[in-house]
Nanobody, 121 residues
């Protein structure tokens, strides 16, 4: 599975962005997908995940209620809708794939290249 993340950019606090992660390969629908982020000088952290069918979603406490993860299997794409953005959301955001959903980044087998999100105050 190859992943290509996009949609990052510069936005003011309170604004919104939608990240996309396009996957190649015909087995996309059998993979759980996750979003992680890494700010300068910090460890990579879990943001959100969705199971293979899209029936279950998981969020970090810091983003719950503001971010929404979804997937479109027909387009082989997973999305992260980010609303009410805060300066502390500034980071490089990565999408990842593995067979079983998890919030542990080291368990993911496939990674996209990352997309920068910068939230100004």
């Amino acid at each position: 599975v190859q992943l290509q993340a996009s949609g990052g950019g510069l936005v003011q606090a309170g604004g919104s962005l939608r990240l996309s992660c396009a996957a190649s390969g015909r087995t996309f629908s059998s993979y759980a997908m996750g979003w992680f982020r890494q700010a300068p000088g910090k460890d990579r952290e879990f943001v959100a995940a969705i199971n293979w069918s899209g029936s279950s979603t998981y969020y970090a406490d810091s983003v719950r209620g503001r971010f929404t993860i979804s997937r479109d299997s027909a387009k082989n794409t997973v999305y992260l809708q980010m609303n009410s953005l805060k300066p502390e959301d500034t980071a490089v955001y990565y999408c990842a794939a593995r067979r079983e959903v998890s919030d542990k980044f080291h368990l993911y087998n496939y990674w996209g290249q990352g997309t920068q999100v910068t939230v100004s105050s």
